[in-house]
């Protein structure tokens, strides 16, 4: 018998917050790169791997734009769902060591098929707080949380 209580669904929008915290690191690594006593050379690679971050983290993981970004996320008969734009609703095995904290959620999972962990980070002010709350709440306390996807 299918019980409603089984299925919960939130999606999340792009933080500004988070968006500030990430440039203000790589302002840290650029002036780091900058003060540091190195060859030119090793300057100019660190400064290229910080912006080649940028362009590929940014649409991605801060600003949710890109089509494989992970917006959403649901519970249902089916097991645990990450939404993406380019792909829909797509199965995904949470891992344990996802975080549910008050400002933050930080989700690990991993996609069928694939080997390695990937994470979404959804800070507070990426939802309404009754949603953020009930996503932490349904993540500390859901049963079969860590099952793989059937």
């Known amino acids: ?3 409603p209580s089984n299925t919960f669904e939130c999606r999340w929008q792009p933080s500004r917050r988070l968006l500030a915290a990430y440039l203000l690191a790589q302002l840290f690594a650029l002036g780091a790169l900058l003060v540091l006593d190195i060859p030119l050379w090793a300057c100019l690679l ?3 791997l910080c912006v080649g971050h940028a362009v590929w983290a940014l649409p991605r993981q801060i600003l949710l734009n890109h089509p494989s970004a992970f917006s959403g996320l649901r519970r249902d008969v089916d097991g645990w769902q990450l939404w993406c734009a380019g ?3 797509r199965p995904v095995q949470l891992r344990p060591d996802s975080l549910a904290l008050p400002m933050l959620v930080v989700l ?3 996609l069928p098929g694939e ?4 994470s979404v980070c959804v800070p507070r002010d990426a939802q309404a707080a009754d949603v953020h709350r009930r996503l932490r709440v ?3 306390f859901s049963r079969r949380r860590w099952a793989a996807p059937e």
């Open 87 to 89: 792909h829909g609703w």
């Open 1 to 3: 018998m299918f019980n």
């Open 115 to 118: 080997r390695w962990v990937r």
């Open 108 to 110: 690990r999972f991993r």
């Open 138 to 140: 349904r993540l500390k």
């Open 46 to 48: 660190g400064v290229l």
